[in-house]
């Protein structure tokens, strides 16, 4: 199957993200409601428009679509490596009760074809991993830093989504499996995970054409989760009242500010949204003590000047401004870059020089840079590392050595001290179980520098 570009026959054995496949296209905030045209130039085809039915209520947990049927499953490569390839009876709604995947001595990589590098220059590498590795490749998943633990949440693989809990060490590259407790939430990919304090929210996802607007908290001390409750969205409110709670959505984003977390974007299943809530989380700790999360409140949020709608984008709180990359809307794959004031409320496009199409890459904040990795640019998946530069607001160029992932879009990255961290991801092909570490080296001053701030309106 060809890639969006029906014209660059040097790209047809990645496939589109935007494509309707049985095993992946769960993940995707579009159906296949239209396919490419070849045209003189070649232009980037994204997915139709997503699904779900214009009735339904914003409240509801769960959305079942009317999307015509998918591709084989046999459409999607597993990795030979995953121990889920092998077992096709595994489900995903209860704990997987095969036996643990162990490793008790990690594989150091050895890279005969990887260069020599200087010793200041940030360096790719694959993670010598070990303990009870992840039953399951990951693509849509979260992946959340407590103190020096990766929780990863979610996500699904060609069977199916999931709803386990593992954790990575960053100091010792061991993975475990906790057992969690609780009301725990149904599977789940292309939520948010947001930390306050030391709890995680996940808001949104879903699974196959179901859409979530469901929440739910996971405290990684008691490793408990809590499902709050909240007023139903009510059918007799007048027609220019304001909604009580944000529809159902996927592939959105989240930030904290000032104990509240701003949920922007994302697709419904209908269209690709711009809107923006917030969750009152600063009395969290109290609302779950009393129980029916009492104390949480969402609010619509109205904004001046707010880019187009859009999915798959990124967002960075730097300071008192989210920062916006990127995305799709269902028609195009975006490069542009938005600054959302979140004092003020007015967006701010960026003058850009050089810009990037992207969508299903990851963002993380290193210091006063973004390191922008991987995603999908309408036409391939990609492996560069892009820098984007917080205080001139362009990108620059910077050395990178050493054997980067491969492409792939939908993984996640964190930073831990001056390692950044990629996990998993999908190439269009096959879904990853992998983690790479993207050494600072010489750079390693750069998380420290936050001396700076962002003017926008």
Not at 286 to 306: A, D, F, N, V, Y
Not at 330 to 355: I, M, Y
Not at 389 to 417: F, T
Request: one cysteine or more; a neutral charge; aromatic letters at 8%.
């Amino acid at each position: 199957m060809s890639t969006t570009s029906t014209n660059d026959d040097s790209r047809q054995s990645l496939r589109s993200p935007y494509i309707h496949h049985q095993a992946t296209a769960s993940t995707s905030t579009f159906n296949n409601s239209q396919t490419a045209l070849p045209s003189a130039t070649p232009t980037p085809t994204i997915p139709g428009t997503p699904r779900i039915t214009a009735s339904r209520k914003p409240s509801s947990l769960r959305h079942v679509s009317n999307a015509p049927p998918a591709e084989p499953a046999q459409s999607i490569k597993r990795r030979p490596s995953s121990p889920s390839a092998k077992d096709g009876k595994n489900s995903r709604n209860t704990r997987d009760t095969r036996e643990p995947r162990i490793r008790t001595n990690p594989r150091l990589p050895h890279n005969d074809d990887v260069a020599i590098a200087p010793a200041t220059t940030m360096y790719w590498s694959r993670a010598p991993v070990h303990g009870t590795l992840p039953m399951r490749n990951m693509r849509a998943h979260t992946v959340t830093l407590v103190d020096n633990v990766a929780w990863l949440f979610g996500g699904c693989d060609d069977k199916g989504s999931s709803k386990d809990i593992y954790c990575f060490d960053t100091d010792t590259m061991q993975w475990s499996h906790p057992e969690a407790l609780g009301e725990v939430p149904p599977p789940c990919r292309a939520h948010t995970a947001t930390l306050v304090d030391r709890k995680i929210v996940i808001f949104g996802g879903g699974e196959g054409p179901v859409y979530y607007d469901s929440t739910f908290i996971l405290d990684t001390t008691t490793r408990r989760w809590f499902a709050p409750t909240f007023p139903a969205q009510s059918q007799s409110l007048p027609p220019d009242a304001a909604p009580l709670h944000p529809a159902p959505r996927r592939a959105h984003t989240a930030v904290l500010y000032n104990g509240k977390i701003y949920v922007f974007g994302g697709g419904n299943g209908l269209t690709a949204l711009n809107d923006l809530w917030t969750l009152d989380v600063s009395r969290l700790d109290t609302s779950l003590r009393g129980g029916c999360g009492g104390g949480l409140k969402w609010t619509l949020i109205e904004t001046e000047g707010p880019p187009a709608p859009r999915g798959y984008h990124t967002a960075n709180l730097v300071g008192s401004v989210m920062v916006v990359m990127g995305g799709s809307d269902g028609k195009e794959c975006f490069s542009d870059v938005w600054c959302l004031n979140l004092e003020s409320l007015v967006w701010t496009r960026v003058s850009l020089t050089l810009s990037h199409r992207r969508l299903s890459h990851s963002s993380t904040q290193v210091g006063s840079y973004l390191f922008i990795i991987g995603g999908h640019d309408g036409f391939a998946y990609s492996s560069e590392i892009l820098f984007y530069n917080l205080v001139n607001l362009q990108y620059e160029p910077r050395a990178v050595c050493g054997k980067p992932p491969s492409p792939r879009g939908y993984h996640v990255s964190i930073i831990a001290d001056s390692r950044l961290f990629v996990f998993g991801g999908f190439n269009g092909h096959d879904v990853f179980d992998d983690v790479h570490v993207l050494d600072l080296a010489g750079a390693a001053y750069l998380p420290q520098v936050m001396s700076f701030r962002i003017d926008v309106e």
